[in-house]
């Protein structure tokens, strides 16, 4: 750690070199149908997720112009769920700060690197400083910026930070490509679905007699006639020896995930799963959010178990799970699209009455199964690919940035995302 210095936020902060701030406090008469994401704890996890965020209008954007994100801000969640971070890159949609966040900025970055500060928020040095600001509160998972200001970072030179970066940024890079990679799968598998089956231009569709609306020796089926409907339960969150087990526990808050749940917030025990109502489900069940996010639909990667929000759905074929996904998203995608605000807030078992879709004949059943199969095949391949590379550079990162690798003396290549930067700092 030849050459790392200690510094004082405050002092970075005075030598404007680093500038940490909240975020806008708005009205709910603020939000509109356009304007700027309005981004909350919420919407951090892996990255930025705004697909059901809401929006500032464009006045009070004005209003909160010093509360806009910018390039290269690091992204920190302060309030209700602290410590997630996520970094700004160009491609990053432009939002206002909520109150629940901070952000991190480097006003100097020929002093302090934008991309090294954002892995060393996610360091043991910055995590240890963090619990102790935690604990110093009368809230619970509340960090204020007075405090924030008060933390000490330890510097390396320059160009150790920009390799640090470079380092842990190639498997960023690596993971950022698999998800667009993701991405595309999903809305090629999506596409699919409609033009076979909502569009009705399946193979053999010109020569296919149509009754009633349903092509001939088609179905049309609801929900509650294809599955078994199951719940589930949460224990005791009192009772400790039930939680932090290695069960998944999904719940609403994992079904932002893509069409595959990977992992979970939360696990329970083997007692704790003997001690609430829900089973563990295996890999062949659909969730589906029934309450607070409605209607987010996910498949299990792996046997998880599930809180009351949500419903298991079980096939009663076992064939054919993925084109049953697509089929029942799809269906729940046009209620969703149907309905005002203060109609589709729940879901219940009779909610599986109204679900419904064609089921089509044996053969174009199988014809669109061999060719949507190798696509969730490849999906999940990706996702533990990412998990992997995730693993990777996450060991490494606590051990770069409190300077116990020396890459000093290392000759490192610089990754694609940071070449612009590295020509610039």
Request: charged residues 25%.
């Amino acid at each position: 750690m030849k050459d790392w210095e200690f510094f004082k936020n405050s002092e970075l902060i005075s030598e404007k070199i680093l500038e940490i701030g909240d975020g806008y406090r708005a009205k709910n008469t603020e939000f509109a149908n356009e304007g700027l994401p309005f981004a909350r704890a919420g919407n951090i996890n892996d990255g930025f997720q705004f697909i059901t965020t809401d929006l500032l209008n464009p006045k009070s954007v004005l209003k909160a112009r010093e509360k806009i994100s910018k390039v290269n801000d690091c992204v920190l969640t302060t309030k209700g769920t602290f410590g997630r971070v996520a970094y700004v890159r160009k491609n990053t949609q432009t939002f206002v700060y909520s109150p629940q966040l901070c952000y991190w900025r480097s006003n100097d970055q020929s002093r302090l690197n934008s991309r090294f500060l954002f892995y060393w928020l996610q360091g043991p040095e910055f995590l240890i400083q963090a619990n102790q600001i935690k604990s110093s509160t009368d809230m619970a998972d509340y960090a204020n910026l007075t405090d924030q200001r008060q933390m000490e970072i330890h510097l390396p030179p320059l160009s150790i930070q920009k390799k640090i970066a470079a380092v842990l940024s190639a498997y960023d890079d690596l993971i950022e490509t698999n998800e667009r990679r993701i991405q595309i799968l999903e809305t090629m598998a999506e596409e699919l679905y409609k033009e076979w089956f909502v569009r009705l231009r399946f193979p053999g569709h010109e020569t296919t007699k149509i009754v009633k609306g349903v092509p001939e020796g088609w179905e049309v089926k609801r929900a509650i006639d294809i599955f078994n409907i199951l719940g589930g339960g949460t224990p005791n969150t009192d009772r400790q020896e039930y939680w932090n087990g290695n069960i998944p526990f999904f719940t609403p808050k994992d079904s932002h995930q893509g069409y595959f749940c990977m992992v979970t917030e939360k696990g329970i025990t083997p007692l704790g799963l003997e001690n609430c109502n829900s089973k563990l489900y295996s890999k062949f069940t659909i969730f589906i959010t029934a309450r607070g996010t409605v209607g987010n639909i996910s498949l299990p990667c792996k046997p998880m178990a599930m809180n009351q929000s949500c419903y298991a759905l079980v096939p009663k074929e076992n064939d054919n799970l993925y084109f049953h996904f697509l089929a029942l998203k799809n269906s729940v995608d046009v209620i969703k699209g149907r309905s005002n605000s203060g109609v589709f807030d729940n879901i219940i078992t009779d909610s599986f009455k109204v679900f419904g879709y064609f089921i089509p004949d044996d053969s174009t059943l199988k014809m669109f199964s061999n060719i949507i199969n190798p696509f969730f095949i490849q999906l999940e391949n990706l996702l533990n690919a990412n998990s992997l590379l995730k693993t990777s550079r996450d060991r490494l990162l606590s051990r770069l940035v409190s300077g116990k690798i020396d890459l000093s003396n290392l000759d490192i290549q610089f990754p694609p995302s940071m070449k612009e930067e590295i020509n610039h700092g």
